[in-house]
């Protein structure tokens, strides 16, 4: 089975508001929504930020733009104004997410394509 980083098929933007953190996930190539969908689950996505994020994780979808948003509870230790940490925004959340590996959409894994959607 071929895996690729959701990095690869996605680009991710996230935030903090008090000790919550947001993350979307938005394919590259809309065609990889229907894959993402089934792949990037509240499991996984729990599972790769592991002791970060102490409450829940919630997944939303967005399929009129092709999108999931999560939001990750108790994942910024009080939050900004609460924390001793130096740096504990979740600013910079979106490139855990992007690590996150996922088994490749059938266009790559036959080859017919990149990352991009492009045609190979």
Known sequence: ???????????SRSGDKGDMANVSVIPWNPEDYEHVLKHVTEEVVEA?????VKGTVT???????SALNFVL?????????????????GKA?????????????VRLRDG???GDGAAA
């Open 1 to 11: 089975m071929t895996r690729v980083k959701l990095g690869d098929i996605a680009h």
């Open 48 to 52: 790769a930020f592991g002791d970060l």
């Open 59 to 65: 997944r939303y979808e967005a399929p009129g733009i």
């Open 73 to 89: 509870d108790e994942a910024l230790d009080g939050g900004v104004s609460r924390s001793l940490n130096l740096d504990i925004h």
């Open 93 to 105: 959340y979106s490139s855990v997410m992007l690590e996150i590996e996922i088994e490749a959409p």
């Open 112 to 114: 017919n394509g990149n």
